[in-house]
């Protein structure tokens, strides 16, 4: 099936490129996927071809390295996108939010926007990404849940071949090959490829584990609302103290039913989910300071982090280096509370 679209890809697609420096190869990366650092293990020559074939808002990509040595892609974050991995031959890790995974034709992955990512490929890889942006997740989830998500969704990133979710994508992928090869109009082939690009999402949204299975999956819309009012009032009071009793008090039921609503639908606590919002929001304000003379303990401040060694233990926990060290990369010097 995979082969069956490489073949389409390479003869349909109309974006083409063969390269021979990894400075193009990082120039063109950056222009599909996000801004990155490439490192490259080994003897400095390099060669690559990847193929873009745009399918309604979806884009399946062949990347094929044929430098002699490994090649290291460090993004800051995934733009707004998640990516499906479908390693056609070579292997490959990849590193997200500090957690491993390895990709090869008997380990696929889907990963999903998140601030860091990094991707490690062995010489003479060969791979299928499908890049799928966020909002048309927003959107078709929405769809299902009957209501705007109540959580950015996060998938699990291993994604079996003996899935059911993996055989239909791969099932998904054998029609894109079929459609681009059929003598079909244009006009015909503009819907179809719509409808597989909603196909692939509500694929992911059903099938493979992600945060808010239960949530699209429940019946219960009472409970789905407490947990929209609590995120939506958390997230106004990011920069502010508030407490569990704050939080049911503004949706009007108890503490245990906040405590058992989150549980259910997003998998963590109230208190966990402000701390991750406080801590992401911390992270940008740190990579991306308004003063060149902010302190690490005012952004702390500001976020309601009132405790300033527990923030840096919180922050060098989640993100694996301390707020300093972050802030000292932005502004180029270095920082103390």
């Not at 889907?110 to 048309?136: G, H």
């Not at 992600?210 to 429940?218: F, K, M, Q």
């Amino acid at each position: 099936m995979i082969a069956d679209l490489l073949y389409a890809i390479d003869r349909q697609a109309p974006l083409r490129h063969e390269l021979h420096d990894a400075e193009a190869m990082q120039q063109l990366t950056a222009e599909q996927l996000s801004e990155h650092r490439l490192q490259q293990l080994g003897p400095a020559t390099h060669s690559a071809i990847v193929s873009c074939l745009p399918v309604g808002d979806v884009s399946m990509m062949r990347y094929r390295w044929g430098a002699p040595s490994s090649i290291v892609v460090d993004l800051d974050r995934l733009d707004d996108y998640y990516l499906v991995t479908l390693p056609v031959s070579g292997k490959a890790v990849c590193t997200q939010d500090r957690e491993e995974q390895r990709l090869s034709t008997h380990s696929f992955g889907v990963f999903s926007p998140w601030p860091t990512f990094r991707l490690s490929v062995d010489a003479d890889y060969d791979i299928l990404l499908i890049q799928i942006p966020k909002n048309l997740i927003e959107r078709i989830g929405t769809a299902i849940n009957g209501a705007p998500m109540i959580a950015p969704v996060i998938f699990a990133t291993s994604l079996s071949p003996d899935s059911q979710a993996c055989r239909n994508i791969l099932s998904v992928i054998a029609f894109v090959a079929k459609l681009e090869s059929a003598q079909e109009t244009e006009r015909g082939k503009v819907y179809a490829r719509a409808m597989v690009a909603e196909t692939l999402c509500r694929i992911l949204l059903q099938q493979q584990p992600s945060n808010v299975n239960h949530a699209l999956d429940d019946k219960s819309r009472g409970a789905r609302e407490i947990v929209a009012r609590a995120v939506d009032f958390i997230e106004s009071k990011v920069r502010a103290p508030v407490s569990v009793c704050d939080i049911a008090v503004h949706c009007g039921v108890s503490r245990r039913s906040i405590f058992l609503s989150f549980e259910n639908f997003l998998g963590t606590t109230p208190g966990k989910w402000l701390l991750e919002r406080r801590l992401i929001a911390a992270r940008e304000a740190l990579r991306h300071p308004d003063d060149p003379k902010v302190s690490v303990g005012r952004i702390a401040e500001s976020l309601g982090f009132l405790n300033k060694g527990k923030f840096a233990m919180e922050y060098r926990r989640r993100f694996g280096e301390l707020p300093s060290t972050e802030l000292g990369k932005s502004i180029g010097r270095v920082c103390l509370f």
